[in-house]
């Protein structure tokens, strides 16, 4: 196994490992080493089949059954989400725009994924690209002071600001916030694997828990700003056949909408349970 990095920041790729193949434990033990490291890894010209796709994640945790986004379950494995533009039962796609701003995945859920591992089938002839920032450097960088602010905060993600959510069908959206109330977070994380502390924050933090909206507004923007600067992202550029992995306790991420829309782009993600974290809070206060 290699592993070549792909960023200064985050970011790797895996070669010399074929995934649909039977992955013993010390491999599984070599990639997730690699993993906690690069908090992204990159497998490449792999053939997808779903159960494949399944046996593989499945050997770095407990998938999740993504019954917080009922809808985008892929049509017989409920442990498969689909991300696409495609039309799914003559109906334009709920996913279709799915991702497009800073976020980590189910941040909005009690139980936040704890990885998430996505596979491109198909994509635009050019652009669709997916953004990914270290949230661990992110905090390391901030000063001893602000480390201790953010340490006794606790960021509240609503549902409402998940991104593609004004082209979901209004009926699928109030069940999906019935489903997903306002909950809370610490804003600094440590890893349960590697011990690593990390900002655990993004555009989908409608406030900070005890404070106003207003109050906590230029907080939020200033940790998204400084964690997203160019320095400390890695753009991936899709290929078909790429198998994408990224720790969401560790990183955030954002897909892309710089594509022509009449071009599709089909991926399928699983998801790594984490840990049960948070309780449901009140909606924000202006
Ligand atoms: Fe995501």
Not at 105 to 111: H, P
Not at 209 to 238: F, K
Request: with cysteine; hydrophobic share 35%.
């Amino acid at each position: 196994m290699e592993v070549v990095p792909l960023g200064h920041a985050l970011g790797a790729e895996i070669r010399g490992v074929d995934i649909t193949d039977e992955i013993g434990d010390n491999l599984v033990a070599a990639i997730r080493e690699a993993w906690h490291r690069h908090h992204i890894i990159v497998f490449r010209g792999v053939t997808w089949r779903p159960d494949q796709h399944l046996t593989f994640s499945r050997r770095f945790g407990t998938l999740d059954d993504h019954e917080a986004t009922p809808h985008e379950r892929f049509e017989g494995y409920p442990e498969l989400l689909e991300i696409t533009n495609r039309a799914k039962n003559g109906q334009p796609s709920q996913s279709r725009n799915a991702g497009r701003n800073w976020h980590s995945d189910y941040s909005y859920t009690d139980r936040p994924a704890a990885a998430s591992m996505l596979f491109c089938t198909e994509k635009p002839s050019v652009g669709g690209d997916t953004m990914f920032c270290n949230m661990a450097r992110a905090y390391n960088e901030l000063s001893d002071k602000m480390k201790s602010i953010v340490g006794d905060l606790q960021s509240v993600y609503d549902f409402n600001l998940v991104s593609g959510t004004r082209v979901r069908d209004p009926e699928k959206m109030a069940e999906l916030l019935k489903l997903n109330p306002p909950i809370a977070h610490p804003c600094v994380r440590v890893h349960n694997e590697s011990g690593v502390k990390a900002l655990y924050i993004s555009e989908r933090t409608s406030h900070f828990e005890g404070m106003t909206r207003a109050e906590s507004l230029p907080l939020i923007q200033y940790l998204c700003d400084s964690a997203t600067r160019p320095e400390n992202v890695y753009r991936h550029q899709w290929r078909v056949g790429d198998l994408v992995c990224w720790d969401n306790r560790t990183a955030m991420h954002m897909a892309l909408g710089d594509f022509d829309e009449s071009e599709f782009r089909h991926m399928l993600r699983t998801t790594l349970q984490g840990e049960k974290s948070g309780y449901v809070v009140a909606p924000a206060v202006d």
